[in-house]
């Protein structure tokens, strides 16, 4: 639990700096017209990383929940935001 938890994690962080190579991989197979606009290509590099990280949890015998792999996937990829509205809250 605590890996899957920890792996997501480390995925979700990971994605903004995955992102760009994905996207270089999908152009070389689609054109540019068939990739979604916007916050689509966030959305669907977080999904296509967390898949990710599923099939190697999945290999390495762990948990395979998806609310945790989905939890942390979040607690990674927000981690900064997180961080400093805790830093930040009045008292």
């Known amino acids: ?3 899957t938890l920890i792996l997501a ?3 979700g962080f990971l994605t903004p700096k995955i992102q760009p190579r994905l996207i270089d991989l ?4 689609l054109d ?4 979604p606009k916007g916050g689509g290509l966030d959305v669907a ?3 296509i990383v967390m898949m990710t990280t599923a099939v190697l949890l999945t ?8 609310l945790l792999l989905l939890i942390g996937g979040f607690a990674g990829y927000f ?4 961080r400093d509205a805790v830093l930040n809250r009045k008292a």
């Open 1 to 3: 639990m605590l890996f």
């Open 9 to 11: 994690a480390v995925a």
């Open 26 to 29: 999908a152009l070389k197979v």
């Open 32 to 35: 540019e017209t068939q990739l």
């Open 45 to 47: 590099s977080f999904a």
């Open 59 to 66: 290999l390495l015998g762990g948990s395979n929940s998806p």
């Open 79 to 82: 981690q900064e935001e997180i």
